[in-house]
């Protein structure tokens, strides 16, 4: 596990972040427990998350990084105070809140010829919708149209209709520690990162 990136000399939490990466070739490594020190003897440690996030009330994943996998960890604050690993789908997640940093797009895009039922202008107005968006079911001329619009194009309709895609997953996992107070020093300062055991596992110094 290496610190790749380090946005310490900020002036508030929410700007504040640490990024790791896995960067073995074969291991998975798990990477909740361990500990992000500072140089005036301030520590984090780095929690659980949903690999799934929006359908458990709890955060219960350890956060496991895969090869070439990365984990951003802002210091600030987030409104849904959530942690999740991206998805397909989470894109929806910035519609009605903000994240930072901001979240990756790739919700799959409607294809004409599995949907024979649709009518040419119902396609045309589902192909019209913004990526990871939900449209707004008034727009639409036909009961049939928006019941398909409201069944799939959100969040949980999302993850039912591809969950089982093999790129389901992102390879990024987003953490927000929900601090007020900056922890890092501006000018100097030596960044630790430690294991669930104590031991170091990097160092960055600016």
């Keep these: ?17 640490v990024t790791l990466r896995n960067n073995s070739s074969v291991e998975t490594i798990t990477v909740t ?5 500072n140089s005036r003897g301030g520590s984090v440690d780095i929690p659980k ?8 009330a ?9 090869p070439g996998e990365q984990v951003v960890i802002t210091f600030g604050r987030q409104e849904r105070q ?11 997640f910035d519609a009605t809140s903000k ?18 039922e649709l009518s040419d202008r119902c396609i045309q107005q589902l192909q019209n919708v913004s ?15 928006a019941d398909f619009a409201q069944a799939h194009f959100n969040y949980a309709g999302c993850v039912k209709d591809y969950r089982e895609k093999a790129n389901f ?19 100097l300062e030596r960044v630790t990162l430690k294991d669930g055991q104590g031991k170091v596992v990097d160092e960055f110094e600016y």
């Design 1 to 17: 596990i290496e610190m790749t990136s380090i946005r310490g000399n900020q002036t508030t939490a929410d700007k504040e972040q």
């Design 33 to 37: 427990g361990f500990r992000i020190e």
């Design 49 to 56: 998350a949903f690999e799934l996030p929006g359908f458990a």
């Design 58 to 66: 709890v955060a219960n994943d350890p956060i496991r990084l895969r």
């Design 82 to 92: 959530m942690n999740f690993r991206e998805n397909l789908c989470t894109g929806y």
């Design 99 to 116: 994240f930072s940093p901001s979240l990756a797009h790739r919700c799959p895009r409607l294809d004409p010829k599995e949907f024979p």
């Design 131 to 145: 990526s990871c968006r939900i449209p707004k079911l008034d727009l639409f001329t036909d009961s049939a149209c």
């Design 169 to 187: 997953y992102g390879t990024r996992w987003l953490v927000w520690l929900q601090r007020e107070g900056d922890f890092f020093r501006n000018v």
